[in-house]
């Protein structure tokens, strides 16, 4: 399979843990974008990687949130000190920079926090 | 900025009957412009994209959009709905960056 693969899919935290996601994007795609969904809502944009740098974060990011992307492939995203508002799908997708390319999503990591 | 909205939260058709699902957008430039349909426990998959070729364009298992400059509209139509569409739909705007703004979704029921 040479899609976006997330890992875990599944994670249930206690409150105040720090909980770490992977996201391997589809291996010749320069942009990596990582998304959160939360019940009965559309998906909506955290933060997204052009090769190893990342270009934008959004206001949703708290100080708690960092992601990476060393050697530009693979990235984490890092919650630390999880509260309950952070239970929430976390989606990952990938792409080529420019044109009219289309982002491949992960099946993403649903996250409980406790 | 750019954003749409989804006008049904919820759709129910019998199977055999079409399909429509509504989406407005708002943007100050020609958008590009996106349906993905999540299925349960499934990835986001894309159905079909409008970037200012022709306006009605044509998807995956039957569905098109008819993009609509003078109604700001983007629906997503199918004349025959089959069990296995019974998924959620969201009308999605792409910003600079490739970055994608999502609707609040619309859940298809397909009863039989």
């Known amino acids: 399979d040479t899609g976006v693969s997330q890992n875990p899919r599944h994670k249930i935290t206690k409150r105040g843990q720090n909980v770490t996601f992977r996201c391997d994007p589809i291996?010749?795609?320069?942009?990596l974008y990582w998304y959160r969904q939360t019940l009965g809502q559309g998906p909506e944009f955290l933060t997204y990687?052009?090769?190893?740098?990342?270009?934008?974060k959004s206001r949703l990011l708290s100080d708690r949130f960092s992601a990476e992307r060393p050697k530009g492939s693979f990235s984490t995203l890092e919650i630390q000190r999880t509260e309950q508002g952070d239970s929430a799908m976390y989606l990952c997708?990938?792409?080529?920079?420019?044109?009219?390319?289309?982002?491949?999503f992960g099946q993403g990591t649903r996250l409980t926090v406790v | 900025a750019q954003s749409v909205t989804q006008l049904d939260s919820h759709v129910s058709v019998s199977e055999g009957t079409p399909v429509l699902l509504r989406c407005n957008y708002s943007?100050?430039?020609?958008?590009?412009l996106f349906w993905y349909v999540q299925h349960p426990n499934k990835g986001l998959q894309l159905l079909l994209k409008?970037?200012?070729?022709?306006?009605l364009v044509k998807g995956i298992n039957g569905f098109e959009a008819e993009f609509k400059k003078s109604e700001t509209s983007f629906h997503l139509t199918k004349p025959s709905a089959h069990m296995s569409d019974a998924a959620e739909y969201f009308c999605?705007?792409?910003?600079?960056?490739?970055?994608?703004?999502f609707g609040a979704g619309t859940i298809l029921r397909v009863k039989s």
């Open positions: 997708a990938s792409s080529y920079r420019g044109g009219d390319t289309e982002a491949f």
């Open positions: 291996s010749e795609h320069n942009r």
């Open positions: 990687f052009q090769n190893e740098a990342q270009l934008e």
């Open positions: 943007s100050s430039y020609s958008p590009s």
């Open positions: 409008y970037t200012s070729a022709a306006t």
């Open positions: 999605v705007v792409r910003q600079y960056g490739n970055k994608l703004v």
